[in-house]
C-alpha cells in the first residue's frame, strides 16, 4: 500500500544512514522502525499499571468521631435532629 508521509529531516538522514549501513532499502528501514516504534507504544499502553500515592488526610481540629450526634450536626446541619 502506498502512503504519503511527511518526515523530519533528522529522521531522513537517521533512516538513510541506517540503511546504507545495513545495506537495506530505505523503505524497509522505514517499515521495520514503524514496527518495532508500534510494538513498544502499544506494550506501554497495555502495560502501565495504576497507582496512587496515599496522603495523610487526618481530622480537622475539633472533629471527634465518637460524637456521632455532632458529626451528624456538622454534615446535615442543626436541623437533622
Do not use: C, W
Not at 12 to 38: D, H, I, M, Q, Y
Amino acid at each position: 500500500m502506498r502512503v504519503t508521509i511527511i518526515l523530519e529531516d533528522d529522521v531522513v538522514e537517521r533512516v538513510r544512514s541506517a540503511a546504507t549501513r545495513l545495506r537495506t532499502p530505505f523503505r524497509k528501514v522505514v517499515n521495520e522502525a514503524l514496527r518495532a516504534g508500534l510494538e513498544k507504544v502499544e506494550a506501554s499502553a497495555t502495560q502501565r499499571p495504576y497507582s496512587t500515592e496515599p496522603h495523610e488526610m487526618g481530622l480537622k481540629p475539633g472533629v471527634d468521631l465518637d460524637d456521632i450526634q455532632g458529626l451528624l450536626a456538622r454534615i446535615e446541619g442543626e436541623s437533622f435532629r
